[in-house]
C-alpha cells in the first residue's frame, strides 16, 4: 500500500510520491478517476438543476441515490434508495486499481447525441444481456 502517517487530528494520511502526503479519499478518487470524475459530474447537474432527483425506481423512497451501470456515461443513471442500491453487487476491479498519472483534458467525447431515456433504455437492454443479475425484480 502506501506509507501512512496519523495526525494529531486522528486522521491518517498516505504518501503517494516522495512528499506528497494525501487523505485516503483522494488515494481512491486517484485510483478510480473515470468514477471520480462522473460522480462530480452527476452532482454538479443536481446542484445546477439539469438533473431532478427523483424517488427509488423499485420501492418509490423519495430520497434515493444515483446508480451507474457503467461510468462511460455519466447520466445513464439509475434512481434507488440506499437499501436497494446496497443489493447490487461492487464491481472488483475498482478496488485495487493502480493510481492513474493526469491525463490532459480533451474535451466533449464527440459522436452521436442520444436521449437519456434512450441511454438508459440501452444500458439496461445490454446489462441484462450480459447475464448479471440486477437484483431489482
Known amino acids: ?4 502517517r496519523k495526525l494529531p487530528s486522528g486522521k491518517y494520511e498516505y504518501e503517494i510520491e516522495p512528499g506528497r502526503w494525501v487523505s485516503r479519499q483522494r488515494v481512491n478518487q486517484l485510483r478510480n478517476r473515470k468514477a471520480h470524475s462522473v460522480r462530480t459530474t452527476c452532482y454538479e447537474a443536481l446542484k445546477v438543476g ?13 430520497n434515493a441515490q444515483f446508480h451507474h451501470f457503467s461510468y462511460d ?12 442500491h446496497n443489493l447490487i453487487p461492487r464491481p ?6 493502480e493510481l492513474q498519472p ?5 474535451g466533449r467525447k464527440k459522436g452521436k447525441w442520444i436521449r437519456p431515456l434512450e441511454r438508459i433504455a440501452a444500458l439496461r ?5 450480459s447475464g448479471q443479475t440486477l437484483y431489482l425484480t
Open 1 to 4: 500500500m502506501f506509507k501512512s
Open 50 to 62: 439539469t438533473l431532478t432527483r427523483q424517488p427509488c425506481e423499485k420501492c418509490g423512497e423519495p
Open 73 to 84: 456515461d455519466a447520466f445513464a443513471i439509475l434512481w434507488l434508495c440506499q437499501k436497494h
Open 92 to 97: 472488483r476491479n475498482l478496488t485495487g486499481a
Open 102 to 106: 493526469p491525463r490532459p483534458h480533451t
Open 125 to 129: 437492454k445490454e446489462f441484462d444481456a
